[in-house]
Nanobody, 124 residues
């Protein structure tokens, strides 16, 4: 059984930074794609970034390109999202997700396993 546990969320001022972590367990993730999504109140879940676990290929939503960086530590089975230059519009619950298909994809329907989410609030 795959388990994904996010951490690192919190309250940050506009322009600040946060690093989210997603500890993955339950199986070997080689051959998987991993992603970050977010959902603000009253809005649909939206794609943020994705990475192929082995090759390291990445994909970003236009809204975060140049500000966020997705990465992974294979030895620790941990996925990261470094978020810089945060803006109030980045406020949302952030979710980690895993897909058994290696191809990175922005659609949440392509992901098979989800974490419980971590709240990120950007406010002065």
């Amino acid at each position: 059984q795959v388990q994904l546990v996010e951490s690192g969320g919190g309250l940050v001022q506009p322009g600040g930074s946060l690093r989210l972590s997603c500890a993955a367990s339950g199986r070997t993730f080689s051959g998987y794609a991993m992603g970050w999504f977010r959902q603000a109140p009253g809005k649909q879940r939206e794609f943020v970034a994705a990475i192929n676990w082995i090759a390291g290929n990445t994909l970003y939503a236009d809204s975060v390109k140049g500000r966020f960086i997705i990465s992974r530590d294979n030895a620790k089975n941990t996925l990261y999202l470094q978020m810089n230059s945060l803006e109030p519009r980045d406020t949302a619950v952030y979710y980690c997700a895993a897909s058994v298909v290696a191809t990175i994809h922005p659609s949440p329907t392509e992901y098979d396993f989800w974490g419980q989410g971590t709240q990120v609030t950007v406010s002065s």
